[in-house]
């Protein structure tokens, strides 16, 4: 299959293009680059996937209309779309939230405008959130629970994606896919996430902030487990539940468990063989105390299984940041 990732230098963008590449499909990615976060980390997870068979890259933007027709006109016979592309984070939408509005709405309504078209497209696959959770009480959180109470603008655009992505679906009857991603970390991570910013301070002996005072829970999922998730649901293309309905469909990408914090920083010291220097804080605005997956639906529909548990995740991230960063000493 032909298949268009965004965000393709991107964290998540980057394993799912490398696993698609590997099996043998042929894979578009697009990125605009932006510096976010350190544009060398996203030039070298580019090369890492250029120096491989089977990859493409176009720089640019989704939500520039005529790159996006550039694109379909020239790739006319796409047949998967995965859009990984997204202004993240969910404290700077406080602060910058035309970026958020840019690329997760304008971005993903330009991306399904000109999707409609294609006429090989056999599905739309697209990154939620579990941030759309927002404030419920509940957990773990499953996908019929109410999502009407966000608590970032962030949140707010990957509902919006999933409502959007529902209506294309009913109107011109694209199968579309979200997947609400439960704190994804690993190898190659973004270094805005906790466990990358844990580990550089830990290395560093610099403290390391810790919200709520350490009373958090996160469902913390290793990247590979997120990456079979992605394949297994662009493999299954949604259909309507029944007749009448769209053919779209949305499922938690967790897993098993749901991990206290302090335990998520005791592996990352023990993998480090240093104690961190922990600065013990209020929450943070926009953030949640607790965020834990139902993973139920997602096994029973996609044969969904993760397999790693927290301490073997962050044996792996810890020894990929010592290759890359204190091996070959790039700057963090």
């Known amino acids: 299959m032909k298949i268009l990732i965004t965000g393709a230098a991107g964290f998540i963008g980057y394993h799912v293009s490398k696993a698609l590449a590997t099996r043998g499909d042929k894979v578009l990615g697009i990125d605009i680059m932006n510096a976010y976060y350190d544009v060398s980390l996203k030039e070298a997870r580019l090369q890492q996937l250029q120096n491989g068979p089977g990859f493409t890259f176009i720089k640019g933007d989704i939500a520039d209309q005529n790159c996006i027709d550039t694109i379909f006109a020239e790739h006319h016979d796409i047949d998967g779309i995965i859009n990984l592309a997204a202004q993240a984070g969910v404290l700077d939408s406080l602060t910058d939230p035309y970026s958020y509005i ?5 971005g993903f309504v330009t991306l399904l405008e000109r999707a409609k078209n294609l006429k090989n497209l056999k599905h739309f696959v697209y990154a939620s959130s579990s941030s759309v959770y927002g404030a419920n009480k509940k957990q773990p959180s499953a996908i019929e629970d109410r999502v009407d109470k966000p608590v970032s603008l962030y949140a707010v655009t990957k509902k919006s994606n999933e409502l959007i992505a529902q209506t294309y679906s009913y109107l011109f009857r ?62 299954k293309p949604a259909t309507p539940i029944s007749e009448g309905e769209p053919p779209s469909a949305i499922y938690n990408i967790g897993s098993n468990r749901t991990e206290n914090l302090m335990d998520f920083v005791s592996a990352i010291e023990q993998n480090i063989g240093k104690k961190a220097r922990i600065n013990l804080m209020p929450l943070q605005p926009g953030d949640v105390k607790e965020s834990g997956a139902d993973i139920e639906v997602t096994k029973k529909d996609l044969g969904f299984k993760p397999k790693t548990n927290m301490q073997e995740g962050i044996k792996h991230l810890i020894n990929w940041y010592k290759a890359y960063y204190c091996s070959s000493q790039t700057e963090v």
């Open 174 to 235: 694209i199968p579309t896919t979200g997947l609400r991603f439960f704190t994804v970390y690993g190898p190659w991570g973004r270094p805005d996430m906790a466990a990358f910013i844990f580990a550089k301070n830990i290395f560093a002996d610099k403290e390391i902030d810790v919200y709520n005072h350490g009373k958090m829970h996160r469902n913390f999922t290793y990247i590979d487990d997120a990456v079979q998730g992605v394949l297994a649901a662009l493999d």
């Open 102 to 106: 840019h690329s997760n709405i304008t």
